[in-house]
C-alpha cells in the first residue's frame, strides 16, 4: 500500500518530536530537532537536535546539524533527492543553509514567530519563503508547514516545562560566559 506524502510527513514528523524530546533529559534540553530523509528510499539520512548551548556554537540550529551530519554521511555537497523536516520553521541562516545544500523539500511543524517566539526569543522574522522565493538554483526548494504543529507547540510547551523544573535559564544569555 502506498502511504500519502501527507501522512508520510506526519509520521516522519512524530518520529522527530520523539526524537527531539530526549535531549530533554540532557544538560541542555532543546525543542528544536531536525532530520532528513532520501525521498526515493525513505531512509533516514541524518537526526539533530541543536546543541548551540552545548557546543557554544549560534550556529548549530538543528538543521545545520543534520545538514552536515548528512553530507558528511554522503561525501556529497547536495542533498538533492532529500526531504529535511524541522520541528520549527527554519530561520534565515538554516532556511540558506537548505538551499545552498539543494534539499527537495523542507517540511516544518511550528511557526517562528507565533509559535517559538513565546518561549525562545527569535533573532529575525525573515520567513523562510522569502528566501526560497529568490533562489537562484534550476529547481527550488518546496516548503511544506505546519505538518503536526500542535504536536510541536506541545513540544516547545514541555521543554519550557523541564526548564524551568531545572532552573535553567532561558538561551541565548547571549552576554554572558556559559562558563
Ligand atoms: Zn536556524
Redesign the pocket.
Known sequence: MVIPADERHAVRMRLLVDYTSQSFGSEHPSP?GSSIYDATTGEVVAEAY?TVMRGCDPTS????NAIRKATTKRQRLSLRGCILYSTCE??????S?CIWAELDAVVYGASTMEDANRYWPQSSDMTPRELSDRARLALSCELIPHVERGLCQQLFLHCDQVRAKRGLQLPPNRGQSLA
Open positions: 528544536f541543536d540550529h538543528a538543521e545545520v527554519p530561520c534565515p541562516m538554516c532556511m543553509a
